[in-house]
Nanobody, 119 residues
């Protein structure tokens, strides 16, 4: 088990920036990947960005060039730097820790943090 606590959400104008943090209760190095997902009202939860144990990132096409995911293994924390925010980025953002074992995925989630981008 692991507890994931997100912070850094809020209200920002279009074009602005926010930095989300996800603090884990134990070593994030033990997970295959750490990531950020988001869910807007009436929509499915979607992957925003993820970073593997070896530091390789991947991004949703909609955020490439604007968002940057990073991890600090010493602090057991994952970050999401969000620049050039757009109203369509408005959603609840969730931190995710993922382990893969024998072809199955084991996911842990934070409680979410609201990001609202005004036009």
């Amino acid at each position: 088990q692991v507890q994931l606590v997100e912070s850094g959400g809020g209200l920002v104008q279009a074009g602005g920036s926010l930095r989300l943090s996800c603090a884990a209760s134990r070593s994030i190095f033990s997970f295959n990947a750490m990531g950020w997902y988001r869910q807007a009202p009436g929509q499915q939860r979607e992957l925003v960005a993820a970073v593997t144990r070896d530091g390789s990132p991947n991004y949703a096409d909609s955020v490439k060039g604007r968002f940057t995911i990073s991890r600090d293994n010493a602090k057991n924390t994952v970050y999401l730097q969000m620049n050039s925010l757009k109203p369509e980025d408005t959603a609840v953002y969730y931190c995710n820790a993922k382990n893969m074992l024998f072809g199955s995925s084991y996911d842990y989630w934070g409680q979410g943090t609201q990001v609202t981008v005004s036009s």
